[in-house]
T-cell receptor
Framework: DADVTQTPRNRITKTGKRIMLECSQTKGHDRMYWYRQDPGLGLRLIYYSFDVKDINKGEISDGYSVSRQAQAKFSLSLESAIPNQTALYFC????????????FGPGTRLTVL | RKEVEQDPGPFNVPEGATVAFNCTYSNSASQSFFWYRQDCRKEPKLLMSVYSSGNEDGRFTAQLNRASQYISLLIRDSKLSDSATYLCVVNTNGRGNDMRFGAGTRLTVKP
């Protein structure tokens, strides 16, 4: 599903740095999500948004913030990165219809040294 | 107890084998169910939705048992290209914000 894109694809940063991960979609979906994936764990929800004016915390929002700049754009920020935020980050969209599923972007591999 | 549990594997099978994965979920109010496939360092991609009556897509068969709260995926005639991690996904409220992901089951199909 190339309609969901993420930048950067890979990033190495240092502890304490601010970093932004960006997600764009051309699917026209209102619902967007940020997940992180760690080895041995399922994807965990960081934040989600059901429209431009709607932002909600997921199960692991501490240390993260988001911005929904437009229907098509949803950015995730790490205000002061720490090593345990090293993970694979996925953006996803969902059309919001009954029984619908997530469409994922290609992921951003983030390493915090 | 995790909300969605899967056997992590790895499952190592020869080409042509039949392999089955199970997944259990804890929330009895769960409404929709999916199997995703994830290749190494890539994004999860939908393999199939799971319907109450069970469903089949080529060599893949998914079953749902609501009474026992488990989902299964059967792969027949395994191909080398089936090697991947299979994620069980459960949605509890139909809104997409309460999807719970299993940690995945790793499958390797060998020649």
């Amino acid at each position: 599903d190339a309609d969901v894109t993420q930048t950067p694809r890979n990033r190495i940063t240092k502890t304490g740095k601010r970093i932004m991960l960006e997600c764009s979609q051309t699917k026209g979906h209102d619902r967007m999500y940020w997940y992180r994936q760690d080895p041995g764990l399922g994807l965990r929800l960081i934040y989600y948004s059901f429209d431009v004016k709607d932002i909600n915390k997921g199960e692991i929002s501490d240390g993260y913030s988001v911005s929904r700049q437009a229907q098509a754009k949803f950015s995730l920020s790490l205000e002061s990165a720490i090593p345990n935020q090293t993970a694979l980050y996925f953006c996803a969209t969902n059309p919001g219809t009954s029984g619908s599923r997530q469409f994922f972007g290609p992921g951003t591999r983030l390493t915090v040294l | 107890r995790k909300e969605v549990e899967q056997d992590p594997g790895p499952f190592n099978v020869p080409e042509g084998a039949t392999v089955a994965f199970n997944c259990t979920y804890s929330n009895s109010a769960s409404q929709s169910f999916f199997w995703y496939r994830q290749d190494c360092r890539k994004e999860p991609k939908l393999l199939m939705s799971v319907y109450s009556s069970g469903n089949e897509d080529g060599r893949f068969t998914a079953q749902l048992n609501r009474a026992s709260q488990y989902i299964s995926l059967l792969i027949r005639d395994s191909k080398l290209s089936d090697s991947a991690t299979y994620l069980c996904v459960v949605n509890t409220n139909g809104r997409g914000n309460d999807m719970r992901f299993g940690a995945g089951t790793r499958l390797t199909v060998k020649p």
